[in-house]
């Protein structure tokens, strides 16, 4: 019987390719003979520590970034949309918090991701759909709430989530990116009969699944004809 190969995807929710990327290996966790694993951790950290530039930054391929991100939208069937301050929500407000608070969130489930899984969305649907803040205590409780945690869980989350061992936690996850060669999100490591792959970005997904024995069905599995 063949083993499960294991997929660690490395996010942030402030990155909106991460969020394509993040649904498509959803959709695959029961398509592909594989775990998928999610792995919050904080891009800022990543691009300082890797001396990478943002794309945002860089104005002609923030303007193709707009365009770009609009058409993956519809073709990976995500409702993403740009914020109306995209720079503030990016560079200004950033993600410190929202991946911390992720962060308390795996820390609590401890056994599988569901709700990891649940929050990501919910604090990508803020940023990226409904133009919402993802920084305050208040904006991360609302995410929560609507992700179906429970009033007390809420509770903890936000006694945790500023803790030294979230802190430690996010910055391990963030450094562990940068150990497999991380320059910036959504970063994937495959692991096949122990051998890890890494593989950066959204536009990967084909090469990934050759690599790994796997069949890509495009970005809707359900809808592809076998």
């Known amino acids: 019987m063949t083993s499960r190969k294991v997929i660690e995807l490395f996010y942030d929710v402030v990155s909106p390719y991460s969020w394509l990327s993040f649904e498509v290996m959803c959709r695959y966790r029961n398509v592909w003979n594989v775990d998928v694993k999610l792995r919050p951790a904080l891009l800022g950290g990543v691009m300082q520590g890797a001396d990478n530039k943002p794309p945002a930054t ?35 407000k950033g993600s410190l918090s929202a991946m911390r608070f992720l962060t308390a969130v795996q820390e609590q ?98 090469l990934m699944a050759h690599c790994i024995g796997e069949k890509w069905l495009g970005p809707q599995p359900h809808k592809s004809k076998l």
């Not at 936000?158 to 803790?163: A, I, K, R, V």
């Open 58 to 92: 860089v104005p002609n391929k923030a303007n193709y970034m707009v365009k770009d991100v609009q058409r993956l939208a519809t073709y990976f069937d995500v409702p993403m949309t740009f914020p109306s301050d995209p720079f503030e929500v990016m560079f200004r």
């Open 109 to 206: 489930e401890k056994d599988g991701d569901k709700k990891v899984e649940q929050v990501s969305r919910e604090l990508w649907m803020r940023i990226w759909n409904r133009d919402k803040d993802i920084t305050e205590p208040a904006s991360l409780s609302e995410a929560a709430k609507s992700a179906g945690l429970s009033d007390g869980e809420i509770k903890d989350l936000l006694e945790s989530y500023t803790s030294k061992k979230i802190k430690d936690k996010l910055k391990n996850s963030t450094q562990e990116a940068l150990d497999n060669g991380a320059f910036g999100f959504p970063m994937f490591v495959c692991h096949v009969d122990g051998k890890p792959e890494m593989f950066f970005g959204s536009d990967r997904f084909e």
